[in-house]
């Protein structure tokens, strides 16, 4: 294929929030360039791209799926993506195989939360995005609103979708000008300077031709540039000029026949705008007096056959005129095809996002390998698609089809056998095919290709062998929504299916015919699974037919998760309920087979201990000089530990915590369970920049914001504190739980040195040192000073129990006190002193019995420390910490008391509510703890008789304030709560006692719930 085939190709997906109308344009779109395949009175109802039962059944779609299309002499692969906060994974899926976006807007309900979150993913993922306003009709048949009102509806949506992507751009703009104060002078070189673009401009602009005003139901749709070439002729004007002035505040004087500004009108107030006189007016003439049907039939020359203007519904006269006058496929694709960038140019400017340039620090690389892969690089910059050229694809999802759903004949008509099963078994009915797309050169079936991981590193040779396998593409599909098409072979720029992979690939991969590419960056997900269930079958004997089912569906779902906790549980994790429910639907009727068990939703928690943020330097006093410690000793009595411990600040807890992944990179810690398939949404934003410099920016920043708030007033104290927390960050031992963690393991004071007969384990500061919150010469002197002192028998045992007290500390924040959840934004100080054997041994045991009787002595040591934590913390008040999901809100006046009284029963805190501008309805703003959530969306529907909606995100962990071992000690209380035996136990004791009894902890609890008087019976002597 040539340069020019490859310039007439498009690759868009529809982005926008549920219930906007992405399926039922992609319907209209179909059914006048997909072939045939959809007939176009059936469009908006069919809903073709909704395939699975459960779609139809839901009337909301749950994948994204692709289809081809032809427009004129263009290709365009159109991906029809959920609106759904469940499914935004497959959103991530689509962005990253898409050049362009469509972004629907609701004219009406206007831009909801989750229009801020696939905006946020075009541009994440340098799409360029077309805004598409639809349910114009909305705005003339329901709300009844004048042409001006509604240009004011439709000018506010513009402004408030351009207001979202300034904000991103703003964001990279401020990150580009951090990155070049902080970088050496002299360096501000051209490539430096690529972020210096035209932020003033907004991104949306009707006159710019990236605006589309459609009804999707019933199929039509215009931009400013139809109706500019309808007025060029009758107006005497160029069709540029038309366009520039039908939107904004452009008038035209019917005097002078001129177009003039605001100015120009003089003190004519009922003016109107262009855009309201020229295309609004006609529009909502055409809806209410249906004479004017048969003026716009005659005026554009319309043929519609007589059977449907003599329809005695007028809805589908309107329909079928409506849609022949301004046909909604000619204005959505000729605006995708105008605006939006062909594979050779926007794999020229996407290609940092995709690969982004690393820096080769090792000298002793093969220069071969460095040129071929710069070579693979430039390839995929410039979608190289001769035959010669590297051939590279991304697979950003695996789907399951059906055996039976593939095509008998290949692509010349050959009888293809279709049930050599990938699983080598033959038992399974389901074939996994991979969804992707080829970023260079030409894949052929039958070809052999390398399948990359993420963590493949083509410098590093021999010892990345295992992120690297060979596999062979046994068929090719061009993706038609359900329907699949053969292909020979499918050249860069294009978006197919491929069979053959199943047993290589789990989520995501690279696909290259050279082992020597840089596979492509990981998607970012907006949210990460929140939601857990344990699963069992009904049957213990179909365990075997649930594990089989269970690796089925971790391949077939992108964005689940199936782990197996302590406890021996099939744990399955989904993004909420919808998502879960499709899950387990799945596996009992597609990919296990079998009757199953599902659990309540197992709900995470963490801890933490209460902390007044406004007395931070106090707090600060008590982790270096106090008395006010917990000590244990080991079994032997030869370390003593003291442990120390105070609340992180809020931003540090939060930077941490988001950051694992990143952290986990430049520790070379093992990230959580979620990290593998979730980046965070900063991270992914900043780009070609030092990761460890960013690290440690953000820890700073966290630092001195927290400080700023809680000392506004007193700038010495402000000072102070920032001055302990810079030495506290040059003492960081460790991270935690799994090396990562929101908690933090301080070295303790080098000034309190050990007495003659002991010594102090310290650590060393290497997590400082690795972000670069030490310099390396005060480390030096600091282990000088401590060999020095120490007698090197102890020194020797010191050094090797280090791993045993941060051990101790990985345990302990694994597993609090309260019921085994992580700890949560905490901050220790462990001082262990260990002395030598004489010194403790009082009896006549000997040196070789006394490790015999106590255990291995790290044993003891780790078990010391763990304990030590767990006890400080409920020494310091703990509190227990709940995740918090975002609520909006949407419903009319009148279920506005029942939607409370739902929001009150579930602990919810109502933010703010707003009544939206020219509508009956409200939006109201809540957080709802996860905990809650269970089952909320079925009791509003049932509670407003399905006049509320709402759509739940995953927001912040919050603390409960509520103290779980609350005695009432004074008068007042004692009052009002009564004596401690009649207390009924609060929120988050009752929280902490259910996690306890799931997993099987002892719980104070009264044996006898339901007592009956004890009858004493006669005594006879």
């Known amino acids: 294929m040539s340069d020019s085939d490859t310039r007439k190709i498009r690759n868009i997906c529809i982005l926008a929030h549920v219930d906007h109308g992405k399926t039922t344009l992609a319907d209209h779109l179909i059914a006048s360039s997909g072939g045939g395949v959809l007939h176009p009175k059936m469009a908006g109802r069919l809903r073709f791209m909704d395939y699975l039962d459960e779609e139809q059944r839901r009337a909301i779609t749950m994948k994204s799926s692709s289809i081809a299309l032809h427009y004129k002499d263009h290709s365009i692969n159109l991906i029809d993506s959920p609106g759904h906060m469940?499914?935004?994974?497959?959103?991530?899926?689509?962005?990253?195989?898409?050049?362009?976006?469509?972004?629907?807007?609701?004219?009406?309900?206007?831009?909801h939360i989750q229009t801020h979150?696939?905006?946020?993913?075009?541009?994440?993922e340098k799409l360029t995005p077309c805004l598409v306003l639809n349910k114009i009709d909305r705005l003339i048949c329901e709300l009844r609103l004048s042409p001006m009102e509604a240009y004011s509806r439709l000018l506010r949506i513009v402004h408030e979708v351009n207001g979202i992507i300034s904000a991103y751009k703003s964001e990279k703009y401020l990150s580009d000008v951090d990155s070049l104060l902080a970088g050496p002078l002299g360096e501000v070189g051209d490539e430096n300077l690529e972020f210096v673009e035209d932020d003033e401009e907004d991104t949306f602009q009707p006159q710019k031709g990236n605006v589309a005003f459609v009804c999707a139901l019933d199929g039509w749709g215009f931009g400013i540039h139809e109706f500019a070439e309808f007025y060029a002729s009758k107006l005497g004007a160029s069709v540029t000029a038309l366009q520039k002035a039908l939107w904004g505040p452009r008038y035209y004087d019917k005097k002078t026949k001129m177009i003039v500004g605001k100015k120009g009108i003089g003190g004519a107030s009922k003016a109107q705008p262009m855009f309201v006189q020229f295309v609004?007016?006609?529009?909502?003439?055409?809806?209410?007096?249906?004479?004017?049907?048969?003026?716009?039939?005659?005026?554009?020359n319309l043929s519609i056959p007589p059977r449907e203007l003599q329809n005695k519904d007028p809805k589908v006269v309107l329909q079928a005129v409506m849609s022949r006058w301004l046909p909604l496929s000619d204005a959505v694709l000729s605006m995708a095809v105008r605006c939006m960038p062909d594979p050779i140019a926007a794999q020229s400017f996407r290609i940092s996002r995709l690969i982004p340039k690393r820096e080769v620090l090792d000298n002793g690389i093969d220069s071969n390998v460095l040129s071929e892969v710069e070579h693979v690089r430039r390839c995929i910059e410039a979608c190289d698609s001769r035959p010669e050229a590297p051939c590279v694809a991304f697979v950003s999802k695996m789907f399951a089809v059906p055996l039976k759903m593939l095509p008998n004949r290949g692509a010349h008509g050959e009888i293809i056998n279709n049930l050599t099963s990938e699983s080598g078994d033959g038992e399974s009915d389901e074939c996994f095919l991979a969804f992707a797309r080829i970023f260079s050169g030409v894949f052929y079936s039958g070809q052999r290709i390398f399948v990359l991981s993420?963590?493949?590193?083509?410098?590093?040779?021999?010892?990345?062998?295992?992120?690297?396998q060979e596999a062979e593409l046994q068929s090719l599909y061009l993706m038609m929504g359900q329907g699949l098409k053969p292909v020979n072979s499918a050249v860069a720029g294009n978006v197919v299916a491929i069979r053959g992979l199943g047993q290589h690939i789990l989520k995501s991969a690279t696909l290259s015919s050279t082992k020597n590419c840089w596979p492509f960056s990981s998607m970012a997900f907006q949210v990460s699974p929140t939601l857990r269930v344990a699963i069992e079958p009904s049957d213990p004997a179909d365990m075997g037919a649930l594990m089989k089912g269970l690796k089925l569906l971790?391949?077939?779902?992108?964005?689940?998760?199936?782990?197996?906790?302590?406890?021996?549980?099939?744990?399955?994790?989904?993004?909420?309920?919808?998502?879960?429910?499709?899950?387990?639907?799945?596996?009992?009727?597609?990919?296990?087979?079998?009757?199953?068990?599902?659990?309540?939703?197992?709900?995470?928690?963490?801890?933490?201990?209460?902390?007044?943020s406004s007395i931070m330097l106090e707090n600060l006093k008590l982790l270096t000089k106090s008395t006010d410690y917990v000590e244990k000793t080991t079994s032997n009595g030869r370390c003593v530990v003291r442990v120390r411990v105070i609340k992180l600040p809020a931003s540090l807890t939060k930077i941490l915590d988001e950051s694992s992944d990143l952290l986990g990179d430049l520790i070379g810690g093992k990230a959580g369970p979620t990290s593998k398939s979730s980046e965070t949404q900063i991270s992914s934003i900043v780009e070609d920049e030092n990761p460890i410099e960013t690290m440690r920016k953000r820890i700073m920043d966290a630092v001195e914001s927290?400080?700023?708030?809680?000392?506004?007033?007193?700038?010495?104290?402000?000072?102070?504190?920032?001055?302990?927390?810079?030495?506290?960050?040059?003492?960081v031992w460790a991270l935690g739980p799994r090396q990562v963690g929101p908690n933090i393991l301080f070295n303790p004071d080098f000034e309190g040195n050990g007495t003659d007969c002991s010594v102090l384990i310290r650590g060393s500061s290497h997590i400082s040192e690795k972000l670069r919150l030490v310099d390396d010469s005060n480390n030096?002197?600091?282990?000088?000073?401590?060999?020095?002192?120490?007698?090197?028998?102890?020194?020797?045992?010191?050094?090797?129990?280090?791993?045993?007290?941060?051990?101790g500390f990985q345990l302990a924040t694994a597993a609090g006190p309260?019921?085994?959840?992580?700890?949560?934004?905490?901050?220790?100080?462990?001082?262990?002193?260990?002395?030598?054997?004489?010194?403790?041994?009082?009896?006549?045991?000997?040196?070789?019995?006394?490790?015999?009787?106590?255990?291995?002595?790290?044993?003891?040591?780790?078990?010391?420390?763990?304990?030590?934590?767990?006890?400080?913390?409920?020494?310091?008040?703990?509190?227990?910490?709940?995740?918090?999901?975002?609520?909006e809100l949407n419903t009319s006046t009148e279920y506005l008391g029942p939607m409370y009284a739902v929001l009150a029963r579930r602990r919810a805190r109502v933010l703010k509510e707003e009544m939206q501008e020219g509508s009956p309805l409200f939006t109201v703003h809540a957080y709802l703890p996860v905990s809650e959530s269970f089952g909320f969306a079925d009791e509003l529907r049932r509670w407003t008789s399905g006049g509320a909606s709402a759509l739940l995100v995953l927001s912040h962990w919050e603390a409960l304030p509520e103290d779980p071992f609350f005695v009432p000690k004074t008068e007042e209380e004692i009052e009002e709560f009564g004596d401690g035996s009649s207390v009924l136990p609060n929120t988050a004791r009752k929280l902490i006692d259910a996690v306890r009894r799931r997993k099987g902890l002892p719980v104070e609890d009264k044996v006898v719930q339901h007592a009956t008087k004890q009858r004493t019976l006669a005594r006879k002597v």
């Open 280 to 300: 609004l007016e006609p529009l909502w003439q055409v809806y209410e007096d249906k004479d004017k049907l048969e003026k716009v039939i005659k005026a554009f």
């Open 818 to 887: 309260l019921c085994d959840e992580p700890m949560w934004g905490l901050a220790f100080v462990v001082e262990a002193c260990i002395s030598s054997l004489a010194a403790h041994s009082d009896e006549s045991e000997t040196s070789q019995q006394q490790p015999e009787q106590f255990g291995i002595f790290t044993g003891q040591v780790m078990t010391a420390v763990k304990d030590a934590c767990r006890a400080a913390v409920l020494q310091k008040k703990p509190r227990l910490v709940e995740a918090m999901y975002f609520c």
């Open 454 to 468: 993420a963590l493949y590193d083509p410098l590093k040779g021999e010892s990345v062998q295992k992120h690297v």
């Open 706 to 731: 927290d400080i700023l708030s809680t000392s506004e007033n007193d700038k010495d104290q402000a000072e102070k504190c920032k001055r302990t927390w810079l030495k506290l960050l040059k003492r």
């Open 86 to 111: 469940d499914f935004c994974s497959e959103v991530s899926t689509a962005a990253r195989l898409s050049d362009g976006a469509l972004v629907l807007v609701d004219a009406v309900e206007g831009v």
């Open 780 to 807: 030096g002197e600091t282990v000088a000073k401590t060999s020095s002192v120490a007698t090197q028998a102890l020194s020797v045992d010191a050094e090797r129990l280090q791993s045993s007290v941060v051990s």
């Open 117 to 124: 979150a696939v905006l946020r993913q075009a541009w994440i």
């Open 554 to 612: 971790n391949r077939a779902d992108p964005f689940v998760e199936v782990t197996v906790s302590r406890r021996g549980e099939h744990v399955l994790s989904a993004a909420g309920e919808v998502h879960l429910e499709r899950c387990i639907k799945d596996l009992k009727e597609r990919f296990a087979r079998v009757s199953l068990e599902v659990s309540p939703p197992l709900v995470s928690y963490k801890e933490t201990i209460e902390g007044d």
